[in-house]
């Protein structure tokens, strides 16, 4: 092969190396089929339909969630965990909103009573429910470390991990001391139900905003239009 040969091949091959090489890049720039980015509108409508799907607070959720009865003795006598005294702390709470309702009954009509008391009550059915959902977790941590610890063990001549069974104890005593809150957060709950229906006459029922409708959003958008030409 003469000189001018061998120097024009590497070339070459250097060049379809190249080309071969850019190629590649553009297709990997290019969404694959099948995976296409959705458009602007369309993940707008997602996360319009994931706000409108916000979890609402009822009692019957807290009731679900939180720890009845038996379970909260369960907790206290097999962790040494103080009692809760769920009669108590349900008529306590209901006598104080009471009490508090009658100090501002001259001052305010039976509509202004109503939306005053359905908010406090709804703080106190919030709290519980998220007291109940946090034991929740705390539970499922504490069962995943002690299923990890059992199968860490499961040979006699193998010890387990330092430090892990301690880990293990502490989780479900935690869980425990976070059940006996969330017991406690439900009588409260139920105590201020119990004084919304005593005061106004009905049975409590989470607020729920009114979705804006066509028309309401129509004006708002004219609303804003028209505020433009007076900058």
């Known amino acids: 092969m003469s000189q001018a040969a061998q120097n024009i091949a590497p070339s070459t091959a250097a060049g379809k190396a190249d080309t071969a090489i850019g190629a590649a890049m553009t297709a990997a720039r290019q969404p694959a089929k099948g995976n296409k980015p959705a458009p602007a509108k369309t993940q707008g409508r997602t996360q319009s339909r994931r706000t409108d799907q916000r979890q609402t607070y009822t009692l019957e959720l807290a009731v679900a969630i939180c720890p009845h009865e038996a379970l909260a003795a369960n907790l206290s ?3 040494g965990l103080e009692p809760v005294d769920f009669h108590a702390i349900r008529e ?4 104080h909103m009471v009490r508090s309702a009658n100090a501002l009954v001259d001052n305010l009509n039976e509509r202004a009573m109503a939306m005053h008391l359905q908010r406090i009550v709804g703080s106190f059915v919030a709290s519980a429910c998220g007291a109940g ?3 929740g977790q705390k539970v499922s941590q504490a069962k995943d470390l002690t299923t990890r610890l059992a199968n860490d063990n499961r040979d006699e001549d193998r010890d387990g991990p330092s430090g892990f069974e301690d880990r293990a104890a502490r989780a479900r005593s935690f869980a425990a ?6 017991y406690a957060l439900l009588a409260a709950a139920q105590g201020a139900v119990d004084a919304y229906a005593q005061m106004i006459g009905e049975d409590w029922k989470p607020y729920e905003a009114p979705r804006p409708t066509s028309e309401n959003v129509s004006r708002q958008s004219a609303a804003t239009e028209m505020a433009a030409f007076a900058a």
Request: charged share 25%.
């Open 77 to 79: 006598r097999t962790f």
């Open 92 to 95: 306590a709470t209901e006598e």
């Open 133 to 135: 959902q946090f034991y």
């Open 177 to 182: 001391e976070m059940g006996l809150q969330a």
